[in-house]
């Protein structure tokens, strides 16, 4: 069974930096898509970051320069580094699979954590 | 970057037809994707690559895309579809390639 547990949130100071992380299980992180996508309070979803074959990464211009997308492939585990975190970081940040990479289909989330809470609050 | 428009809300009885709309420049020639969030929960893929559906998910809900619209139909509409809903496309052209639509409030009066 596939799943996947955000941990690594809570409440940090302006300027300050946090990592989320991202446990899966039932499949590997190294063959798909790994994603995370956050969701402010109130607010729609807003696609973050996304990691595959190893050294691939992209971000949202939001989060660009301030944020580092990794993973541990001995461990089956995604992460997240925030950096530099504003009050307009707050947000429920959920991780979420990809297609797998090579697979000749489209680009879906077909999978989500069940989110982590990340407050920037003075 | 591509942007995905949809309507805030959307409001139907229950036993009736929802449609929720997604648009998009020359969106047809894209696969869409679609996500069901209820309050408190994480989103859940209702419908992928326009109108497939996963599993679980009820012959009721259906998806089309042509044109500069794609369109998430829910059928005999029941209190439990009560959610927010967003549609999603891959953008290969772009350096952050994953666009999410702003999303629709389905209500069931």
């Known amino acids: 069974e596939v799943q996947l547990e955000e941990s690594g949130g809570g409440l940090i100071q302006p300027g300050g930096s946090l990592r989320l992380s991202c446990a899966a299980s039932?499949?590997?992180?190294?063959?798909?898509?790994m994603n995370w996508v956050r969701q402010a309070p109130g607010k729609g979803l807003e696609w973050v970051s996304v990691?595959?074959?190893?050294?691939?990464?992209h971000y949202a211009d939001s989060v660009k320069g301030r944020f580092t997308i990794s993973r541990d492939n001995s461990k089956n585990t995604v992460y997240l580094q925030m950096n530099s975190l504003g009050a307009q970081d707050t947000a429920v940040y959920y991780c979420a699979r990809g297609p797998e990479v090579g697979g000749s289909g489209s680009f879906h989330l077909d999978y989500w954590g069940r989110g982590a809470l990340v407050t920037v609050s003075s | 970057s591509y942007v995905l428009t949809q309507p805030p809300s959307v409001s139907v009885a229950p036993g009736k037809t929802a449609r929720i709309t997604c648009g998009g420049n020359?969106?047809?020639?894209?696969?869409v994707h679609w996500y069901q969030q209820k309050p408190g929960q994480a989103p859940v893929m209702v419908i992928y690559y326009d109108s497939d559906r996963p599993s679980g998910i009820p012959e009721r809900v259906s998806g089309s895309n042509s044109g500069n619209t794609a369109t998430l139909t829910i059928s005999r509409v029941e209190a439990g579809d009560e959610a927010d809903y967003y549609c999603q496309v891959w953008d290969s052209s772009s350096d952050h390639p994953v666009v999410f639509g702003g999303g629709t409030k389905l209500t069931v009066l």
């Open positions: 039932g499949f590997s992180v190294s063959r798909y898509y």
């Open positions: 990691i595959y074959s190893g050294v691939s990464t």
């Open positions: 020359n969106i047809g020639s894209k696969s």
